[in-house]
């Protein structure tokens, strides 16, 4: 093509189009527009459409289409006015992607390349040198035949050949000079297609993801059939496999997007693979993220965490039904009401987080699921947040809180500070009278620093540390009354309506930076609304960690993958997964500080 030659342009395949009295209406795989307001419209249409549509049929052959059918003049393409509309009517199309560009005098690429990209002839000289390749353990079988079938009918015939290492039930696609691969596979319940990479790191991650959705791992696999004998309607199910996986090998070869919207779909992360998920009962298939990869997964810098929706993003991530590390932690039947409860299931039991809203006891949990699981394969404490700051703020805490039965704190000269806030007063009141529990509250300030401890006990456990329920540090004796109030209202609506036996953990202000990251609270609302109170807490927040730095001497270095292990000791084993996918998702991992937990 050169520049005397310029690129054809033709409507989409897949654009259907209506003419309508007084105007169009265009729909496509993407989006639709509705042109009004001219009687001329259907018969600009009918002189651009000879251009647009040449030889396409599927357009042509729609009732209604053609001027001279419902008794239209076609007007002159010569006037002026006329090639003016017909410039307007084409910037319209283009406006709304409906239009796309074929190499002059060049055959025009499949229709799904058109469908697909502004300029399909790019995308099919690529594939044009991809040169796909086809491994099975036995070509024939029904999973490889549908593969190499739906290839050839895309316009790319691949070679095939028999690769006997391959498990029977899953076959490996290559294509590209610089070499892309997927693998797909069925499974007991269904199967999968992973994301395009090295022909290597494709094999490793379809072991690893046929291990993780296997019936005895209580991932996906949960039905009934016996592994090894595809459920569902193989050949439905071998079908959308095959196409999901040669649409995702060319796409790759091709340049093109990854069919994976990670812009469009919520559960999906950023710069981290998505697997496809097929489940043969009921029908149903989607991308997941895949976030326990071989190491080199791992190796990745995560973006960092900035929002509680991103943080809830990654506790999506951890706690994928088929593909996650962690039980994801969801409100369930837990009333929300006075405050929000989330549950899930941890290695000491079941566990169930409070919080002033739902989703920040989604995170509290998760956190707090991970800690217990790591706390198995790690030495010493261990603490997790999404990013650095939510950590250091967690551990922080939990070490002052620990050395604050030594360290004899101040009593706070006032509970006047703490009474009148309106936070610590509607959290007390909520625990003292809506829910009727004979509770006691101290404040202590820790010496020469600006930082609160306070206690919630029950009278009755005066004597030791049973009666305890809920303890918080802050760096105001309100922030730490109120929360210390709201872990104690949390507790007592978690023994009543949670799992028996059910862990209980808190909410603290270390989530506080993360709840309000984005968010401006309105100007007329005071610390009696959450979402102002949260702000304060955060804007206090760096100071508070400087202090309690200086109160415990805590100073820990988060985990990173390949550097010095904080397992030195064994994180590699059942942690290493957890570690790993801690990291994917832009979580933080502190460990082995020493001290009581």
């Known amino acids: 093509m050169t520049a005397a030659e310029p690129p054809r342009?033709?409507?989409?395949?897949?654009?259907?189009?209506?003419?309508?009295?007084?105007?169009?209406?265009?729909?496509?795989?993407?989006?639709?527009?509705?042109?009004?307001?001219?009687?001329?419209?259907?018969?600009?249409?009918?002189?651009?459409?000879?251009?647009?549509?040449?030889?396409?049929?599927?357009?042509?052959?729609?009732?209604?289409?053609?001027?001279?059918?419902?008794?239209?003049?076609?007007?002159?393409?010569?006037?002026?006015?006329?090639?003016?509309?017909?410039?307007?009517?084409?910037?319209?199309?283009?406006?709304?992607?409906?239009?796309?560009?074929?190499?002059?005098?060049?055959?025009?690429p499949a229709a799904w390349l058109g469908a697909s990209v502004q300029r399909p002839g790019l995308a099919a000289a690529a594939l044009a040198a991809a040169r796909p390749v086809v491994a099975a353990a036995d070509p024939e079988g029904p999973l490889a035949t549908a593969l190499i079938s739906v290839l050839s009918r895309a316009g790319a015939p691949p070679k095939v050949y028999r690769d006997t290492g391959l498990p029977a039930d899953r076959v490996v696609a290559v294509a590209g000079t610089s070499p892309v691969a997927v693998a797909v596979?069925?499974?007991?319940?269904?199967?999968?297609?992973?994301?395009?990479?090295?022909?290597?790191?494709?094999?490793?991650?379809?072991?690893?993801?046929?291990?993780?959705?296997?019936?005895?791992?209580?991932?996906?696999?949960t039905g009934s059939t016996p592994a090894g004998a595809p459920a569902g309607s193989p050949a439905a199910l071998t079908s959308l496999l095959a196409g999901a996986a040669a649409q995702r090998l060319l796409c790759a070869a091709a340049g093109l997007p990854d069919p994976a919207g990670r812009e469009e779909d919520p559960q999906l992360l950023a710069d981290r693979p998505a697997v496809l998920v097929a489940v043969a009962r009921p029908p149903h298939a989607s991308y997941r993220p895949w976030v326990t990869g071989p190491a080199d997964h791992a190796s990745l810098s995560p973006a960092p965490v900035a929002s509680l929706a991103e943080a809830l993003r990654g506790?999506?991530?951890?706690?994928?039904?088929?593909?996650?590390?962690?039980?994801?932690?969801?409100?369930?039947?837990?009333?929300?009401?006075?405050?929000?409860?989330?549950?899930?299931?941890?290695?000491?039991?079941?566990?169930?987080?409070?919080?002033?809203?739902?989703d920040l006891a989604r995170l509290s949990a998760a956190c707090r699921a991970a800690e217990l699981h790591l706390g198995e394969g790690m030495p010493g404490p261990v603490a997790v947040g999404a990013g650095p700051g939510h950590a250091l703020g967690r551990a922080l805490r939990r070490a002052a809180i620990a050395a604050a039965s030594s360290s004899c704190p101040d009593r706070s000269p006032s509970e006047e500070e703490w009474r009148e806030h309106p936070q610590a007063r509607h959290w007390w009141t909520v625990l003292t009278r809506h829910l009727g529990l004979p509770m006691e509250m101290t404040v202590h300030r820790f010496t020469a620093e600006q930082a609160y401890l306070a206690v919630v006990r029950n009278p009755a456990g005066r004597a030791g540390t049973a009666g305890v329920a809920a303890r918080a540090v802050e760096a105001t004796p309100a922030d730490a009354a109120a929360l210390a109030a709201l872990g104690a209202v949390t507790r007592a609506m978690?023994?009543?309506?949670?799992?028996?036996?059910?862990?209980?953990?808190?909410?603290?202000?270390?989530?506080?930076?993360?709840?309000?990251?984005?968010?401006?609270?309105?100007?007329?609302?005071?610390?009696?609304?959450?979402?102002?109170?949260?702000?304060?807490?955060?804007?206090?927040?760096?100071?508070?960690?400087?202090?309690?730095?200086?109160?415990?001497?805590?100073?820990?270095?988060?985990?990173?993958?390949?550097?010095?292990?904080?397992?030195?000791?064994?994180?590699?084993?059942?942690?290493?997964?957890?570690?790993?996918?801690?990291?994917a998702c832009g979580f933080t991992v502190l460990a082995g500080w020493g001290g009581a937990r």
């Open 315 to 358: 506790v999506g991530a951890l706690g994928d039904p088929y593909l996650g590390v962690l039980d994801a932690p969801r409100p369930g039947d837990l009333p929300q009401l006075p405050a929000g409860l989330a549950a899930c299931s941890s290695v000491a039991g079941p566990l169930v987080a409070g919080a002033p809203r739902t």
């Open 494 to 583: 978690a023994a009543v309506h949670g799992p028996a036996g059910a862990v209980h953990t808190a909410f603290s202000g270390a989530e506080a930076p993360l709840a309000v990251a984005g968010v401006e609270p309105a100007a007329w609302t005071d610390e009696g609304w959450t979402d102002r109170w949260l702000a304060g807490i955060a804007r206090r927040e760096p100071e508070l960690c400087a202090v309690l730095t200086r109160l415990t001497g805590l100073r820990p270095d988060p985990w990173q993958p390949g550097g010095a292990d904080l397992a030195g000791s064994g994180a590699a084993g059942s942690a290493g997964p957890v570690l790993a996918a801690l990291h």
């Open 185 to 221: 596979a069925r499974t007991a319940d269904g199967g999968f297609v992973t994301a395009p990479a090295e022909p290597e790191r494709a094999r490793a991650d379809a072991e690893s993801i046929a291990a993780r959705l296997r019936p005895d791992t209580g991932s996906a696999g």
């Open 9 to 108: 342009l033709r409507l989409r395949p897949g654009v259907a189009v209506t003419p309508l009295r007084n105007g169009l209406h265009l729909r496509g795989r993407d989006g639709s527009v509705t042109l009004e307001g001219s009687k001329a419209l259907p018969a600009l249409w009918e002189l651009l459409s000879e251009q647009l549509c040449h030889g396409r049929e599927d357009v042509l052959g729609q009732e209604g289409y053609r001027g001279e059918e419902v008794g239209r003049p076609r007007l002159d393409p010569a006037d002026p006015r006329v090639e003016a509309a017909l410039h307007a009517l084409t910037e319209q199309l283009h406006t709304h992607d409906l239009l796309t560009e074929y190499p002059a005098g060049a055959a025009e």
